[in-house]
């Protein structure tokens, strides 16, 4: 059983998400950090390490796909379990993004549901 609370880092740039993911976080008293964008993203990781990492898989600029393998490849949360999330879903999207290395799935809208997902994925 953990023996610290679990961190998260959201990456998301719809505004929306970043709300709710902020409310049902503060309501659980789980300690998060929201970015809007993979680069900084990447620059948080650089000195950060988050339990886990909820990347958007549409963001501006570099995305979610791309943003996975440079936390896998350069920064000090490589360790992390990094979870998919879109608004824009299909049959194939949880089987893509495992596929594509993420450790997990969320579909948005984010839900109280999201907090006992993270406790199922770190054991």
Same mark, same amino acid.
């Given at each position: *059983? %953990?023996?610290? =609370?679990?961190? /998260?880092?959201?990456? @998301? $740039?719809?505004? $929306?998400?970043?709300?709710?993911?902020?409310?049902?976080?503060?309501?659980? #008293?789980?300690?998060? #950090?929201? !970015?809007?964008?993979?680069?900084?993203?990447? @620059?948080?990781?650089?000195?950060?390490? =988050? @339990?886990?990492? !909820?990347?958007?898989?549409?963001?501006?600029? *570099? $995305?979610?796909?791309?943003?996975?393998?440079? &936390?896998?490849?350069?920064?000090?949360?490589?360790?992390?379990?990094? &979870?998919?999330?879109?608004?824009?879903?299909? #049959?194939?999207?949880?089987?893509?993004?495992?596929? %594509?290395?993420? @450790?997990?799935? /969320? =579909?948005? =809208?984010?839900?109280?549901?999201?907090?006992?997902?993270?406790?199922? &994925? *770190?054991?």
């Amino acid at each position: *059983m %953990r023996q610290q =609370p679990l961190s /998260v880092l959201l990456v @998301d $740039d719809d505004l $929306d998400a970043q709300s709710v993911f902020e409310l049902v976080m503060q309501h659980y #008293n789980v300690p998060f #950090n929201i !970015v809007g964008d993979a680069e900084t993203a990447l @620059d948080f990781l650089k000195t950060n390490t =988050p @339990d886990i990492v !909820v990347m958007d898989i549409f963001l501006p600029g *570099m $995305d979610g796909y791309q943003a996975l393998d440079r &936390i896998r490849r350069t920064t000090t949360a490589s360790g992390s379990r990094v &979870i998919a999330t879109t608004a824009y879903y299909t #049959n194939d999207t949880q089987q893509e993004v495992i596929r %594509r290395g993420f @450790d997990g799935y /969320v =579909p948005k =809208p984010f839900d109280e549901g999201l907090v006992g997902y993270f406790q199922r &994925i *770190m054991g």
